[in-house]
């Protein structure tokens, strides 16, 4: 049913524009638009017109497409010779019987003095007949082709969309993974030295992977600003039980956020990298991260000072992918810096909304 509804409309459209464009062109060498010229169009252009659609489609709906299947060129002229002079015969009855002179009328000449009217005659009217249904048939061919282009750009659009929802999706279970060792082993640290703060840290942890799960690994999705920032607020508290000081990390977020939305997790890495590999129990030390937005863009800033040591040896994906998943979700969108010395890392992130 919905595929005969589609060949329903295919069938309107192409009639639309088929008129449209016949109807303009002699518009358009008219010149000067008479009485005259209106019959003279609504008979050759309307009419006639109309009657050319119908070879156009004939070939464009069932003799083209068996073509390109098979691409048996006798079948094809097999086919396409009776459509067209069926329908020279078919235009040639019309104008004979209803508009001879306004169709077949080529001028008079004399003959011992007495006028005679001359008209084309069924040859003549085949040859020129057969140069108009060769043009239609060339027309066909290139509606074909047309749509055929349009389908195939469509299938690699969703072909690539179904590749980023995949690179995307391998991404995000990278970062989770990762995520979820870190935390882990601070937790597990924590028990080993019976610290009351374990029940609260398990709490928290739980906290942060509903909302992980929650997160679809849609390219196009997005969760407001707040959401993140909360989750981002949840994650830092975790870091903070695990060591034990509060003012080893300074988190500057504006008190009222936009009504703005962003792809998920994507903030959370620079975080994680930076109490990875930076010092985060020292105040005069912190890592320091700041969050500002408004209505135009994000600027997301994180920066810590280096251990000297990776206490983490667990795999981890890096800043790589981050730049990966910026790639696919805010192309040409972003702007990230990061700078890296011996004793410092600073990562900087402008998203334009």
């Not at 069932?62 to 020279?88: D, K, Q, S, T, Y």
């Not at 937005?293 to 994906?317: A, P, W």
């Amino acid at each position: 049913m919905n595929n005969h509804r589609q060949h329903i409309r295919q069938f309107l459209l192409l009639l639309l524009i088929w008129m449209i464009l016949v109807y303009g062109v002699n518009l358009l060498m008219a010149g000067r638009f008479t009485m005259d010229v209106f019959r003279h169009m609504s008979i050759n252009d309307g009419l006639f017109g109309f009657i050319n659609f119908f070879a156009f489609y004939i070939y464009f709906r069932w003799i083209i497409p068996p073509f390109l299947e098979h691409r048996n060129l006798l079948r094809l002229f097999a086919r396409i010779i009776p459509v067209l002079l069926g329908f020279i015969a078919l235009k040639y009855t019309v104008a004979k019987l209803f508009f001879e002179m306004d169709t077949l009328y080529r001028g008079y000449r004399i003959e011992d003095r007495q006028r005679v009217e001359i008209f084309t005659t069924p040859a003549q009217y085949l040859v020129s007949g057969l140069w108009s249904g060769a043009v239609i048939v060339l027309a066909a061919f290139a509606a074909r082709f047309f749509i055929l282009w349009l389908q195939e750009d469509q299938r690699r659009h969703l072909l690539q969309q179904q590749q980023q929802q995949a690179e995307a999706a391998f991404l995000k279970m990278q970062l989770n993974s990762h995520f979820l060792i870190n935390s882990l082993n601070s937790i597990y640290s924590l028990a080993l030295v019976g610290s009351p703060e374990v029940v609260t840290a398990n709490k928290t942890l739980t906290d942060l992977l509903a909302y992980m799960v929650d997160q679809p690994s849609d390219i196009a999705y997005r969760v407001p600003i707040a959401d993140e920032v909360r989750y981002l607020q949840d994650f830092v508290a975790l870091q903070r039980i695990r060591t034990g000081r509060n003012e080893g990390v300074v988190f500057n977020v504006p008190e009222c956020l936009p009504e703005k939305k962003i792809a998920p997790l994507l903030l959370v890495p620079f975080v994680e990298n930076a109490f990875k590999h930076g010092i985060s129990n020292r105040p005069e030390k912190p890592v320091r991260i700041d969050l500002q937005c408004n209505g135009q863009q994000l600027e997301f800033t994180v920066h810590n000072y280096m251990s000297g040591t990776h206490r983490d040896k667990t795999g981890g994906i890096g800043l790589e992918n981050v730049s990966k998943r910026l790639q696919l979700m805010y192309p040409d969108e972003h702007l990230l810096e990061i700078t890296a010395t011996q004793d410092e890392y600073y990562s900087k992130l402008v998203i334009n909304w």
